[in-house]
């Protein structure tokens, strides 16, 4: 187990794309950590650095004590899982997992008993003599995973291990993984697209976009207090409710209004997320017409479109008393009404500015 | 009976109607060639002076008897009673005069003969196969097949004995003079009609198999279109298999036990005589030998390309050119590189003798000295061949997944174990590739023989195709030739079962 250290990493590829830019990201020792951001953001770049499988333009990467921006894949005792797994197809699963040890040279009863301990932690003893071509997808995965960690590395990288595998499996998984790590108490860094699970699965979450980390935090840090606008709009989903307007110093007024005691006066955009929305009579209210209801359950989402355009989702409790063409008023909970400037996206208003 | 019995029912009928029309013309054709054999037989007997009291027939008319002069060969004549009756000429002892006619046979009786009697057999058969037709017809298709293929056998020999006994049991009605001999008739050639009756019997259970597909299918109409489509897509290039392919080969497997003289008419079985000759032939062996030995240019070779490709699979400046330039000779001439290296290898003006002399070492007479010969083709050959398989190696090598070869690195393996581990293992299948279509070309190497050296020095580089070659057309023994060939065929049908196997064998990627 060991800490990893990115400060101020950069991949500029040739011909100029910019991969990753001027990252400083720190993951303690036996954290979780998951990177998200859209597509081509720079994530599987990152991991790729970290691996040294690429070589950084600018910058250094840490793993405990050693600086290893420039020591070669082998040397720097990082496993990773690949999003197509990368199992050798000609090996057997017993083989592929045995593979790490065996370039290393390690007595064969020691490689077994290894090879032993890795399966049967992920359960796939009975797969042993399998090829990869044998095996389902999500049994793929196993074996990759441990492949990974039988050799008990320093640090785990993960590239959306998750995404060949179909919605059951992968809740499924993802459970999992969270319980290996906790049983390993292994540093993982954790590269997915997807929100729900970096929010389900880390305890520390990056946000990418363009090469940058736009933000790092706890989960629930980040979907209560985004620094930035492209942070609100990526984490949380249904995604959070935008509308443009104006900071009056202690309002915001647009198609939506609410208090907000922000200095200056300022075009602004409000971010409201769908459970911070109250529906009610159209008195003292902004004006909206429901076009859609999805009862989901133990709650239901709303879709309006207010009077000025904006098309907005609310979340209730239960089963929602409206139907399509209904009209109802939209008011913002009072306090939960999140601004940023509207020229770079930067955060406003703290949240709670009330009292 | 339903109607996919009905129509088996048809279609065998119809089979054993051609097949019985097909064999009942072989053998009247067959007893022809019997009348013209009397002949010949008698005029034999007239030039050795034996001459037979002249005895025309009684009734040949003044037209006829001039036809019969003019014409000298049997004339067909009609007896007061409407019958046909083939007359000979006779001859005087110098065979030089026609000097009267024998009448040989009537041609009413025996014609009438093979069909009056089997009639009933045939219709026995009929209703055998009628009921055979049905149990085919609900059986499944690989049995309906066979059983097919059981049945027509069964119905055609029973017809071809049939047609044998009643061609056989004709009796020559003779009107010959008493003094010629009785003559014996040769037994009527049975082989087309054993052939006939063989593609019959296949075609039958063939369109059995394909009646009792049909009625399976249906309701099924689109999968019926469906197949019949296919079977026509392929019909040309199928037919033309057939044609120029599978038939050569046929015919060179017939030829291999015959004996083939080009001026003569006639083709004797032989047996396995000719196989017997090349097995005591040093020189078939010698050949034998040669090629085995100028196989081993192919896993040399392999191993130079791998390492080409590993070297041009980097992505280096200018490595397009030099993967181009690799290759080129790959898509020379071979007659034109067998040029080249001549002259390379030539004693007096070669490149390589004067780089030789250069370092003050002796000259070689590389394609003169039987010990330098083989290696020297060996030589050309591999390079020849190095671009291609390079190439081969190359597209190998770049559809290894870069992320498998990632995660090697990570696992910690080096340079060498990703090689040995990953690369090699999972190039394996174009290896074997490779190895089996090379050697199997290799056996086919004939231009570079031909070309540079002829087989020589002293059968050194006399290789089996080349030998085959040389006993074709400059000694002129096709069917030793062919035999030669045939032993060649049968070690490459080895190797390719082997390369199928091993093609068959490699699991699916993951
Ligand atoms: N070898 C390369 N050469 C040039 N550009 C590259 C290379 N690899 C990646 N890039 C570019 O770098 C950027 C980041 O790529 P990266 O693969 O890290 O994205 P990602 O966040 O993993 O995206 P995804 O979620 O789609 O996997 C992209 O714009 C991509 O086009
Ligand atoms: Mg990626």
């Not at chain 1, 796939?124 to 997808?137: C, F, M, T, V």
Request: aromatic share 8%; with cysteine; charged share 20%.
């Amino acid at each position: 187990m060991a800490e990893l250290r990115l400060s101020h990493l950069s991949k500029v590829f040739a011909g100029g794309v910019v991969g990753v830019d001027d990252v400083s990201l720190a993951v303690g020792e036996g954290a979780f950590t998951a990177l998200v951001g859209p597509s081509g953001c720079g994530k599987t770049t990152i991991l790729r650095l970290v691996a040294g499988l690429e070589e950084p333009t600018d910058g250094s990467v840490h793993i405990g004590p050693r600086d290893v921006t420039w020591l070669p894949p082998r040397e720097r005792d990082v496993a990773m899982v690949f999003q197509n797994y990368a199992l050798y197809p000609h090996l057997t699963v017993r083989e592929n997992i045995g593979f790490p040890l065996r370039v290393r040279k390690i007595a064969a009863p020691e490689v077994a008993r290894r090879v032993r301990k890795a399966a049967e932690l992920l359960e796939i003893d009975a797969l042993l003599e399998r090829k990869p071509a044998q095996l389902s997808g999500g049994q793929r995965q196993r074996a990759a995973l441990a492949r990974a960690i039988v050799r008990e590395p320093a640090l785990f990288l993960f590239d959306e291990p998750l995404s060949n595998l179909d919605a059951q499996v992968r809740a499924q998984t993802r459970a999992e993984l969270v319980a290996l790590h906790r049983r390993l108490g292994a540093t993982m860094l954790y590269v997915t697209h997807d929100q729900v699970e970096a929010m389900t699965m880390a305890q520390s979450v990056a946000v990418m976009a363009k090469g940058r980390v736009l933000q790092e935090g706890a989960p629930m840090t980040l979907y209560r207090e985004p620094a930035s606008l492209a942070v609100a709009r990526f984490i949380g989903s249904p995604s959070i409710n935008t509308v443009t307007g104006r900071t009056t110093g202690t309002r915001f007024e647009g198609a939506l209004s609410c208090d907000a005691r922000v200095a200056a006066h300022a075009e602004a955009v409000l971010a409201v997320r769908p459970e911070h929305l109250v529906l009610g009579p159209a008195i003292d209210a902004s004006p909206a017409i429901i076009t859609l209801v999805e009862p989901l359950g133990p709650e239901s989402l709303v879709r309006l479109r207010l009077r000025s355009g904006e098309d907005l989702v609310a979340r209730v409790a239960g089963e929602a008393p409206w139907h399509v063409g209904d009209d109802v008023g939209v008011r913002v909970v009072p306090g939960e009404g999140l601004c940023f400037r509207a020229s770079d996206g930067a955060r406003l208003s703290a949240r709670r500015d009330a009292p | 009976m339903t109607r996919a019995e009905i129509r088996a029912a048809v279609l065998a009928m119809l089979l054993w109607a051609v097949a019985t029309v097909g064999v009942g013309w072989r053998t009247l054709h067959s007893i022809d060639h019997a009348d013209r054999s009397r002949e010949a037989l008698f005029r034999a007997h007239a030039s050795q002076g034996r001459v037979p009291s002249p005895a025309f027939p009684e009734n040949l008319d003044a037209r006829e008897h001039a036809a019969l002069r003019q014409e000298e060969r049997p004339l067909v004549v009609h007896d007061p009673h409407g019958v046909e009756i083939i007359t000979a000429p006779v001859k005087d002892t110098e065979d030089w005069e026609i000097i009267g006619a024998v009448g040989l046979y009537s041609r009413w009786r025996e014609r009438a003969a093979p069909v009056a009697a089997p009639a009933m057999v045939a219709l026995l058969a009929a209703l055998v196969l009628l009921l055979g037709a049905r149990s085919v017809a609900s059986a499944g298709p690989r049995a309906a097949g066979v059983g097919a293929l059981a049945l027509f056998g069964a119905a055609a020999a029973v017809t071809a004995l049939q047609l044998r006994f009643a061609a056989v049991s004709l009796a020559p009605r003779e009107a010959a003079p008493a003094s010629l001999e009785r003559l014996a008739l040769p037994p009527p050639s049975l082989a087309f009609a054993a052939l006939v009756l063989a593609l019959l019997a296949v075609a039958g259970a063939l369109a059995v198999a394909a009646v009792h597909w049909h009625a399976r299918q249906a309701g099924r109409r689109a999968r019926v279109r469906e197949t019949i489509g296919a079977w026509l897509f392929i019909a040309p290039s199928l037919g033309h298999l057939l044609l120029f392919t599978i038939a050569p080969v046929a015919f060179l497997f017939w030829i291999s036990v015959h004996n083939w003289d080009l001026l003569a008419s006639d083709h004797p079985f032989v047996g396995l005589a000719h196989f017997r000759e090349i097995a005591a032939d040093p020189l078939f062996w010698r050949a034998l030998r040669n090629g085995l030995v100028y196989a081993l240019y192919v896993p040399v070779t392999m191993v130079a390309a791998l390492a080409a490709a590993l070297v041009l699979d980097q992505p280096l400046r200018g490595i397009k050119v030099l993967r181009v330039v690799v290759f080129l000779p790959y898509v020379a001439s071979t007659v034109a590189i067998a040029l080249v290296w001549q002259w390379l290898l030539h004693r007096d003006f070669g490149l390589l003798n004067a780089a030789l002399t250069a370092l003050h070492l002796p000259r070689v007479d590389w394609l003169g000295n039987p010990a330098t010969a083989l290696p020297a083709l060996m030589l050309v050959s591999a390079w020849g061949q190095l671009g291609y398989m390079m190439v081969v190696y190359l597209a190998g090598l770049q559809a290894i997944p870069a992320a498998l070869l990632e995660a090697a690195r990570l696992d910690g393996a080096d340079a060498w174990q990703r090689f040995r581990l990953v690369v090699w293992p999972m190039l394996r299948p174009v290896s074997t590739y490779l190895l089996l279509t090379g050697i199997i070309w290799s056996f086919h190497g004939f231009t570079l023989v031909y070309v540079m050296t002829e087989g020589g020095p002293s059968h050194a580089t006399d290789v089996l195709v080349y030998r085959i070659y040389q006993t074709a057309w400059e000694f002129r023994r096709f069917d030793v030739a062919a035999a030669m060939s045939v032993v060649l065929c049968l070690l490459l049908l080895v190797l390719t079962a082997l390369q199928w196997r091993t093609v068959k064998g490699e699991p699916a990627d993951a």
